[in-house]
Every structure is written in C-alpha cells, then in structure tokens.
C-alpha cells in the first residue's frame, strides 16, 4: 500500500482493528497488516549503546506490545516483517553471488 501515515494515526487504526477486525482478504485487512508492522516497528526499543536520535517513536506498554506481536505472527508465519526476523530488508549494492 502506499497511503503511509505517521505512527500515531497507525496505532489508532490498529486499536479500531482490534474492536472490530476486519474481513480476511479484504482491502482493510491489507492496510490493518501494513499499520501493524508499521506500530511494531516504530515501537521497537533501542539495543544498549544505540544513538537515542534513532530511538522509537511509539511507546508501548508490555501487554500491548505482546498481544500485537502475537497477532502479526499469527497472519504473517513467523517473520511479520518478512523473510528476516528483525525486519531488515536486502541490502542493495552486495554481490552475494559465489564468483
């Protein structure tokens, strides 16, 4: 999808999700996936000696933050964020071919 929205508007279009879910497969269940992983990354705390410029810009409470893992696991396999657990995409300009 490409209509992005900041991280608070996300959040508040997850927790109107959580009320009312929306229909599997629908065009509302495919942006409830993407504000999703768009929360849980934004709220990913920092690693020890990380610069707190790149710290999260949501913070969620321990509950919260277990139960919308848990949902993203649950519709998207082990990896919510893809074929790395951590989220990290591919790495453009690497030739990782055996030469």
Do not use: N
């Not at 879910?21 to 020890?48: C, K």
């Amino acid at each position: 999808m490409s209509d992005r929205v900041d991280d608070d508007t996300a959040l508040e279009e997850v927790m109107g999700f959580l009320d009312a879910p929306p229909e599997e497969g629908s065009a509302d269940d495919a942006r409830f996936g993407e504000r999703l992983r768009q929360v849980i990354a934004a709220a990913i705390p920092l690693d020890e000696g990380e610069d707190p410029a790149d710290g999260p810009t949501l913070q969620l409470d321990d509950g919260l933050r277990g139960r919308l893992e848990a949902l993203a696991k649950k519709r998207g396999g082990s990896h919510y964020f893809g074929d790395h657990p951590d989220g990290i995409g591919p790495t453009l300009g690497m030739d990782v071919s055996k030469s």
